[in-house]
């Protein structure tokens, strides 16, 4: 049996973490994580991240619905960032796209919108 990694939180406690699409390799979005986040992500199955405007966890789709299974936790090779392998669904983007990288920076939008921001928060 291998041992965990032990992922550097650094000096304010996060990790950035990327949610791409296990299936796809659509990159979704980016987002931090704590340590309370990871455990919980791993407990539950489901992604949790740190708020850094709101101070506090949140668990991806508790209020809109757009949730992400997490199938798999990947650590980089300085163990300071984490990538998510997840099934989304709806979109990932509180703009209602599905991914958070949705235009160009030219300003072309590329992404597709996949539901009202508005009929949700």
Do not use: N
């Given at each position: 049996m291998?041992?965990?990694?032990?992922?550097?939180f650094?000096?304010?406690?996060?990790?950035?973490?990327?949610?791409?699409?296990?299936?796809?390799?659509?990159?979704?979005?980016?987002?931090?994580?704590s340590?309370?986040?990871?455990?919980?992500?791993?407990?539950?199955?489901?992604?949790?991240?740190?708020s850094?405007?709101?101070?506090?966890?949140?668990?991806?789709?508790?209020?809109?619905?757009h949730?992400?299974s997490?199938?798999?936790?990947?650590?980089?090779?300085?163990?300071?960032?984490?990538?998510?392998?997840?099934?989304?669904?709806?979109?990932?983007?509180?703009?209602?796209?599905?991914?958070?990288?949705?235009r160009t920076?030219?300003?072309d939008?590329?992404?597709?919108?996949?539901?009202?921001?508005?009929?949700?928060?």
């Amino acid at each position: 049996m291998t041992e965990d990694v032990e992922v550097d939180f650094g000096d304010d406690g996060l990790v950035p973490a990327v949610a791409q699409d296990a299936d796809s390799g659509e990159v979704l979005m980016l987002a931090y994580v704590s340590p309370e986040a990871l455990e919980r992500t791993r407990e539950t199955g489901r992604a949790h991240y740190y708020s850094r405007s709101r101070d506090e966890l949140w668990e991806k789709g508790a209020t809109s619905g757009h949730t992400q299974s997490v199938e798999e936790v990947r650590v980089d090779c300085d163990a300071d960032t984490l990538l998510y392998l997840v099934e989304q669904t709806g979109g990932a983007c509180h703009t209602g796209r599905r991914s958070c990288f949705y235009r160009t920076i030219d300003g072309d939008e590329v992404g597709k919108t996949v539901f009202d921001p508005d009929d949700v928060y």
